[in-house]
């Protein structure tokens, strides 16, 4: 079945560089991503989303990429902080206007100090 | 700040056992999600309420769970026997989002059920 998925599961940055998070994905009537972030014991949390016909979406510190000639999405994060350490995940809208999400495996990011 | 409530937060049960999960979600939001996360992956949907109605439960294994939200507010879900593999962390969301709409409403996701079955 088609699937969303992440290239690298584990992302290690220094405190104020700008991180990377990359997610592939291969539904090509995906019409909505959206970028969550979970933190150790808590559910996943609300970053940016993106639809279809855009190639690029900026938030506070977070711009979301999307490629649909690759089938590629990203996550970049500015000036990372200590406070950004989660698990990221992307996800696909795979339920036209019921809006099923599909999420990818996850990729954990860690800032060092 | 409103909240997804869900309890317990932590769950131990031995398998062949039945257990039970309770969601509140944000009030005023008419649909409400429960997704089941296995460590190290993301979450996947189980099953899907507008109101007291599912929407969507494809994913939802019917001989073992069950899902209800009677009064289309606060919902259960129940496992019933629990097996080995039913150890993960069952995720509750709820959105605003009207039936037939074509706008996303943010998915707001409460703490989850840590579930372990020995």
């Known amino acids: 079945g088609e699937s969303v998925g992440l290239h690298l599961p584990t992302l290690s940055v220094q405190e104020g560089d700008n991180s990377i998070i990359n997610c592939a994905y291969s539904n090509s009537a995906s019409d909505y991503f959206i970028w969550y972030k979970q933190e150790s014991g808590k559910g996943p949390q609300f970053i940016i989303d993106?639809?279809?016909?855009?190639d690029k979406r900026q938030g506070q510190r977070v711009t979301v990429l999307l490629n649909k000639t690759v089938k590629h999405l990203s996550l970049q994060i500015a000036a990372t902080q200590p406070g950004d350490s989660a698990v990221y995940f992307c996800?696909?809208?795979?339920?036209?206007?019921?809006?099923?999400?599909?999420f990818g495996k996850g990729t954990l990011l860690t800032v060092n100090p | 700040e409103a909240e997804v409530a869900q309890s317990p937060r932590y769950k131990i049960t031995e398998k062949s056992q039945a257990v039970a999960f309770w969601c509140d979600p944000i009030s005023g939001h008419a649909t409400l999600y429960w997704y089941r996360q296995i460590l190290g992956q993301g979450p996947e949907l189980l099953v899907q309420f507008q109101d007291e109605s599912v929407v969507d439960d494809s994913q939802l294994p019917k001989d073992r769970f069950s899902a209800e939200r009677l009064k289309g507010v606060d919902s259960t879900l129940k496992i019933q026997p629990a097996e080995l593999g039913d150890s993960a962390m069952y995720l509750c969301?709820?959105?605003?989002?009207?039936?037939?709409?074509?706008?996303?409403?943010?998915?707001?996701f409460g703490p989850g059920t840590r579930l372990t079955v020995l």
């Open positions: 996800a696909e809208n795979s339920g036209g206007s019921n809006y099923k999400l599909t």
């Open positions: 969301a709820s959105s605003i989002k009207l039936l037939g709409t074509s706008v996303y409403n943010e998915q707001f």
């Open positions: 993106i639809r279809s016909n855009m």
